[in-house]
């Protein structure tokens, strides 16, 4: 059973870093496309950060520079690494596979994990 579950969220002021993670099991993140999405209030769910399976990263342009997408493929864990964060970044982070854009409202998102930027 594939299960991806997001941590790392919190509270921190403009300017200020958090680092999420996204734990995999039933699923090798090492081998297919993973993504980090965003949903923000009142705003339509946006995807933030993707790694390809060759390792390829990619960014909205909001985020270039700013954040950092990588893999632990010995803890199989996804990382989002976010550096001077901006009050438009608050939103509940989520991470899945790259094929849930063809179906979204299909996909089980879970609780995702809470970044708020003051």
């Known amino acids: 059973q594939v299960q991806l579950v997001e941590s790392g969220g919190g509270s921190v002021e403009a300017g200020g870093s958090l680092r999420l993670s996204c734990a995999a099991s039933?699923?090798?993140?090492?081998?297919?496309?993973i993504h980090w999405f965003r949903h923000a209030p009142n705003k339509e769910r946006e995807g933030v950060a993707a790694?390809?399976?060759?390792?390829?990263?990619h960014y909205i342009d909001s985020v270039k520079g700013r954040f950092t997408i990588s893999i632990d493929n010995a803890k199989n864990t996804l990382y989002l690494q976010m550096d001077s964060l901006k009050p438009e970044d608050t939103a509940i982070y989520y991470c899945?596979?790259?094929?849930?854009?063809?179906?979204?409202?299909?996909?089980?998102w879970g609780q995702g994990t809470q970044v708020t930027v003051s």
């Open positions: 790694i390809d399976g060759d390792g390829t990263a």
């Open positions: 899945a596979p790259c094929t849930v854009v063809a179906d979204p409202d299909a996909y089980d």
């Open positions: 039933g699923y090798s993140l090492s081998t297919t496309c």
